[in-house]
């Protein structure tokens, strides 16, 4: 069992930065691949980035050269960096775990971007 808390969502202009967090507790964090989604209103729950438990990365092709993801082992973290963010990226982004052994899966509560001037 795994419980994921994102952090790091707000309101920035277009162009501008945020870091998206999440933190794992209750599980070996190093068995699970990672992962960022997001949904925009009307729209389906897309992936945006991955990490496996290898640290193995691929990223949607909107967000490819601006978003990074990146995973701390030791304090249960993933981070999505996001630069050069456009109004496009305005979603609900949610923190993904998947069991490397079982495949089964959990989310975390989501958090809101909004990118506006």
């Known amino acids: 069992q795994v419980q994921l808390v994102e952090s790091g969502g707000g309101l920035v202009q277009p162009g501008g930065s945020l870091r998206l967090s999440c933190v794992a507790s209750?599980?070996?964090?190093?068995?699970?691949?990672m992962g960022w989604y997001r949904q925009a209103p009307g729209k389906q729950r897309e992936l945006v980035a991955r990490?496996?438990?290898?640290?193995?990365?691929n990223y949607a092709d909107s967000v490819k050269g601006r978003f990074t993801i990146s995973r701390d082992n030791a304090k249960k973290m993933v981070y999505l960096q996001m630069n050069s963010l456009k109004p496009e990226d305005t979603a609900v982004y949610y923190c993904n775990a998947e069991a490397v052994r079982s495949g089964r899966t959990y989310w975390g509560q989501g958090t809101q971007v909004t990118v506006s001037s």
């Open positions: 990490i496996t438990s290898g640290s193995s990365t």
């Open positions: 209750g599980s070996i964090f190093s068995l699970y691949h």
